[in-house]
């Protein structure tokens, strides 16, 4: 997941939501360690309009590397560590 500017920026996320008080202010309704962050964040935060953003984050949750959690009309995304351990051990292992 590094070879394109569209990969670069999905690792990115990942590297964000790893830490996400860091990167993204406070939500009114809690924080973003807990709750995960919106698209809309994500959005701002790279500079990209919310649809792109959102196609980002639709892939890495079809990868199984993010979890989504609703709440009201939003959607709250945030890493699944779990996941991404056993990817990063498949790629230690050369699949």
């Known amino acids: 997941m590094t070879g394109t500017p569209s ?10 939501l790893k830490d ?3 990167h993204f202010p406070a939500a009114r309704r809690g924080d973003p360690a807990e709750t995960g ?3 809309r964040a994500v959005a701002l935060k790279l500079g990209v ?3 792109t953003a959102l196609a ?3 892939l890495l949750t079809r990868l199984g590397l993010l979890r989504t959690h609703r ?4 959607t709250y995304y945030r890493r699944d560590e779990i996941r991404i351990a056993e990817v990063a051990r498949m790629f230690e292992k050369g699949w």
Do not use: F, K, N, Y
């Not at 920026?9 to 990942?14: A, K, P």
């Not at 709440?71 to 939003?74: G, T």
């Open 49 to 51: 309009p919310r649809r």
């Open 37 to 39: 962050v919106t698209a």
């Open 20 to 22: 996400p008080p860091a």
């Open 71 to 74: 709440s009201r009309c939003r």
């Open 56 to 58: 980002h984050l639709g």
């Open 7 to 16: 990969d670069r920026m999905r690792q990115t996320i990942l590297e964000w």
